[in-house]
């Protein structure tokens, strides 16, 4: 944990059973629909999966959701609250996670992010993700269907540092 002026780097930590309500909680804070709390209780029972939590002091800020099963590894979702974007945060968290499914063993990370979401997009581009795929429809909005990028990173030791990662996680 550091001290904290509003700049510094968020603190990471991984997540708990007892972390399901503040979850759904964040979840719903970036997300709509949001994945209520038997959703994640049940993700994170699954096989493989983990998760992370962003702070700022003791203020929880931001969460990342995700599964490392036989080698490949998946970022499931990835949220931080409106008013703590943009300060490093999101990077942050998807360093951890690269750097936790590279120890899980898996030598691919893969996610999906909706073709209009250009914050997110610039965000994994930056992390050296890359477009592998694409989901015509995949995401059901108000305004009509959004397509998916399948983006994929390619996990290694070296792959880890070069995201900046600097914590390291359970
Ligand atoms: C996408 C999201 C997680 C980014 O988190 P964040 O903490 O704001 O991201 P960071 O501050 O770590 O930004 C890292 C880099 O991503 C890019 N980026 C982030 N937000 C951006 C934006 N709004 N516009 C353009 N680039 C952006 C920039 O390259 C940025 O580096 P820089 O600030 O040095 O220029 C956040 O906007 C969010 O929670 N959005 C809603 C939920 C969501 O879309 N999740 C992803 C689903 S795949």
Known sequence: MTQDDGTASPS???????D???LAELHARSFDP???PGEIASLLASPGSFGLLAGRGAAPIGFLLGRAVAGEAEILSLGILPEERRRGA??????????HATRAGAT???????????A????????GFRRVGRRVGYYRRAGGPVSAQVLER????SGAADAGSSERLA
Request: negative net charge; aromatic residues 8%.
């Open 154 to 157: 390619a996990l290694s030791g």
């Open 20 to 22: 399901v309500a503040l």
């Open 120 to 127: 997110a997009r610039a965000l994994y581009d930056t992390a």
């Open 34 to 36: 949001a994945w209520g």
């Open 108 to 118: 691919r990370l893969f996610l999906e992010v909706a073709d209009d979401n250009l």
């Open 90 to 99: 999101g990077r942050a968290l998807v360093a951890a996670a690269i750097d």
């Open 12 to 18: 990471l930590r991984p997540v708990s059973p007892f």
